[in-house]
T-cell receptor
């Protein structure tokens, strides 16, 4: 299994809603990532978990709350989002824990989020 | 800070044409360099990478050479196919600390039969 699976594929939410994005991998990878990609733009890093510990937070607003319950799962909890948060949210994983800079990242297909 | 600059797209080619997508970078130290490809409706897939100067990455007929003197990592393919139509992202990552990919803006490639 060389896949990173993200659910749901599409999500529409209001600004007062609470929702969660889920990401799963069964490749035994020790680093997991959240990226945000606006339309026709490159992905931008949000968070990195290495060995289930939050290692990088790229100054992401607190309305985005990541969680890594175990080495295979990564969640992104969403609360009080703004319309400008509408984007494709990509999860990725890498084998060695995310250090050293030359690891291959495996990306999921993403969750397309629309905030109304 | 680190940055990647890619040529503007879209690049429109006929099948079997030669492809070049330019990529230059600015970074402190000696980063690793990558090309990722994104097909419509999908996530990104690693196409190739190079971790030090003069390394050549290659995969599926695509290749790119890490040129430190010109800070470039141009993507080339000798004969493109319709199935190569996608968005191509050049990216770098510092070789210290945690993996933080910095992507270029992406170049859309359209190949017609």
């Amino acid at each position: 299994d060389t896949e990173v699976t993200q659910t749901p594929k599409h999500l529409v939410m209001g600004m007062t809603n609470k929702k969660s994005l889920k990401c799963e991998q069964h490749m035994g990878h020790r680093a997991m990532y959240w990226y945000k990609q606006k339309a026709k733009k490159p992905p931008e890093l949000m968070f990195v978990y290495s060995y289930e510990k939050l290692s990088i937070n790229e100054s992401v607003p607190s309305r985005f709350s990541p969680e890594c319950p175990n080495s295979s799962l990564l969640n992104l909890h969403l609360h009080a989002l703004q319309p400008e948060d509408s984007a494709l949210y990509l999860c990725a994983s890498s084998q060695e824990g995310g250090r050293g800079g030359n690891e291959k990242l495996f990306f999921g297909s993403g969750t397309q989020l629309s905030v109304l | 800070g680190d940055s990647v600059t890619q040529m503007e797209g879209p690049v429109t080619l006929s099948e079997e044409a030669f492809l070049t997508i330019n990529c230059t970078y600015t970074a402190t130290g000696y980063p690793s360099l990558f090309w990722y490809v994104q097909y419509p409706g999908e996530g990104l897939q690693l196409l190739l990478k190079a971790t030090k100067a003069d390394d050549k990455g290659s995969n599926k007929g695509f290749e790119a050479t890490y040129r430190k003197e010109t800070t470039s990592f141009h993507l080339e393919k000798g004969s493109v196919q319709v199935s190569d139509s996608a968005v191509y992202f050049c990216a770098l990552s510092s070789n210290t600390g945690f993996q933080k990919l910095v992507f270029g803006t992406g170049t859309r490639l359209l190949v017609s039969p």
